[in-house]
């Protein structure tokens, strides 16, 4: 619904959680995989500069890149704590929707290497192993491990302050990943980056969010006193 030029945006909470996050996350899943398995039109190559050539390919680091869903999960469990969150919960929306159009008219094709050049011990190559069968080296700009890092991380700060700290550091070590892991390059970070900022901008000036006056500061949706 659309009130006086403003989007008005239904509360997240612990209670309804469940009937926004699914159907994103599917979305989200769904639209990837087929943006990144099918390309449309022929993929540009975004440029690896001097700095993507100096940064040390670090194998281990894969396990930070992968935590990047724990990430996402950690933010929509406590992405339920009032207005503030509620926003950026629609901005990681909007950014899904607004990666999926770009990815169809313009997509990336990023070389990575094979299983058989990475040198690591038996657990991390299996990872390796499920990261490279799973994920097409295609959908590389935006980098959408850091668009939604990043408003994830911002969830985090917004819904208490034990995650004041923690939750960038977290997002800032998957940022550094996926450049040491080679999944990505600095153009794609950067492009990720612009398009959390412009996401979290849209949500901040163009959304009001309707609170239901049973919620409490938890995320909580109580019973009305009969």
Not at 55 to 64: A, E, R, S
Not at 77 to 99: D, I, K, N, P
Request: net charge negative; glycine share 6%.
């Amino acid at each position: 619904m659309i009130r006086n030029g403003r989007l008005v945006l239904p509360l997240v909470t612990v209670e309804n959680r469940k009937r926004y996050f699914w159907p994103a996350a599917f979305f989200l899943y769904f639209s990837y995989t087929l943006t990144g398995a099918f390309a449309f039109f022929e993929p540009w190559h975004p440029p690896h500069t001097a700095f993507d050539a100096a940064v040390p390919f670090l194998p281990g680091t894969i396990w930070i890149y992968l935590s990047h869903i724990a990430l996402l999960f950690t933010a929509w469990w406590w992405m339920v704590r009032g207005e503030a969150c509620t926003r950026a919960f629609w901005a990681m929306v909007m950014c899904a929707v607004l990666s999926t159009f770009y990815f169809f008219f313009f997509p990336t094709e990023l070389p990575r290497r094979e299983l058989a050049d990475i040198d690591a011990g038996p657990l991390t190559t299996a990872a390796w192993a499920f990261l490279l069968q799973a994920d097409n080296p295609t959908n590389s700009f935006p980098s959408m491990h850091i668009a939604e890092a990043t408003i994830g991380m911002v969830a985090l700060v917004r819904s208490h302050p034990h995650w004041g700290w923690l939750a960038p550091v977290w997002a800032g070590a998957i940022a550094i990943s996926t450049l040491t892991t080679e999944q990505h390059v600095l153009v794609d970070v950067v492009g990720g980056l612009a398009l959390a900022a412009f996401c979290l901008l849209v949500s901040e000036r163009f959304t009001d969010v309707v609170v239901p006056a049973s919620a409490d500061g938890a995320g909580n949706e109580t019973p009305a006193t009969p």
